[in-house]
């Protein structure tokens, strides 16, 4: 008799200890995480700091040995010096005018083209959406040499247009077909809806599509405006002004050897702090509609 109550002790100490092995190898997992997240997040942090450190140095403490982090010095002057050395505002201006452009006309044609590609009927319709996925395949630079004799042909050549014309039509094959994916997870009865009141295709897909699918066109934006503010190749070979540079090429007249002269990193960090602020800025305001963009393609459906 005396024998029952200790069995069920054993009992309930042994679901207990059952109960709770589990949580051990969780926290571990959870806790190596954690680690692998904060050393990643270091590297990537790392080189920033360094960067800000010698924006913040005096030319000659750039190249103290052994290197410092913090100066003894800071000299706020390199921001100021640095960006009055390759004419910042001017450079600031034909980039924020060719990005503007280029996000507009890349995030609009490919909305419409991903709208005709999903949710007309015509024929050859999956043929087209084929080809511009494949042509994802092909690099930029294989067409870099025909397009410039092209644009050398028709007089564009120093001039702004084959930066900007070729986002109008439809220029990037991965937003035509993010578009596509976000069009097909939207239930057809809208449409129908839509034209029981009268609205033809134009007034659906901008009163209707447009405001359902704002993740993605946020999301197109984010990606085109990195892309067009960072492009260096197609600026450096179809612009030769000065004047018409934008500021990924004249960033680059810091440390080119034809500037005749040893480069000045404080400066070229510190004017670089200040180009990277408006992706930064851009990013950060819009990163929940980024997020939220690319985390629904997993539940587009083909219709």
Do not use: C
């Not at 200790?6 to 059952?18: C, D, K, N, P, S």
């Not at 067409?143 to 028709?154: A, D, E």
């Not at 439809?170 to 809806?193: K, M, T, V």
């Not at 934008?246 to 050897?257: E, N, R, T, Y």
Request: charged share 10%.
């Amino acid at each position: 008799m005396t024998t029952l109550p200790t069995e069920a002790a054993e009992g309930t100490v042994l679901t207990a200890r059952t109960a709770s092995s589990p949580k051990k190898p969780r926290l571990i997992g959870t806790t190596s995480w954690y680690v692998v997240a904060l050393f990643i997040s270091a590297v990537m942090v790392v080189p920033l700091l360094w960067m800000i450190t010698i924006g913040l140095k005096s030319r000659t403490a750039v190249f103290d040995i052994p290197p410092k982090l913090l100066p003894h010095e800071f000299t706020w002057s390199n921001f100021v010096n640095g960006p009055e050395a390759i004419h910042f505002p001017r450079l600031l201006l034909n980039s924020t005018i060719i990005t503007a452009l280029s996000v507009l006309g890349g995030v609009m044609t490919a909305m419409m083209a991903g709208y005709a590609l999903a949710r007309l009927r015509f024929p050859g319709r999956k043929v087209w959406f084929y080809l511009f996925v494949g042509s994802m395949l092909l690099p930029g630079v294989v067409g870099l040499i025909p397009l410039f004799q092209l644009y050398k042909s028709i007089g564009w050549y120093d001039t702004w247009l084959p930066l900007i014309v070729p986002a109008f039509l439809g220029g990037n094959p991965l937003f035509i077909f993010l578009a596509r994916q976000y069009f097909l997870a939207i239930p057809y009865s809208i449409d129908e809806a839509a034209k029981i009141d009268g609205a033809g295709h134009f007034r659906i897909f901008t009163s209707v599509m447009l405001p359902l699918t704002r993740p993605a066109w946020i999301t197109m934006a984010i990606l085109a405006f990195q892309a067009s503010w960072n492009d260096f190749l197609n600026p450096l070979v179809y612009l030769y002004s000065s004047n018409k540079w934008p500021l990924s090429v004249g960033m680059a007249s810091f440390i080119s050897p034809f500037a005749g002269k040893t480069p000045d990193w404080s400066y070229y960090m510190a004017t670089n702090l200040l180009y990277m602020l408006p992706p930064l800025i851009v990013f950060f305001a819009a990163q929940r509609y980024f997020i939220q963009g690319l985390g629904s393609l997993g539940s587009t459906t083909q219709k």
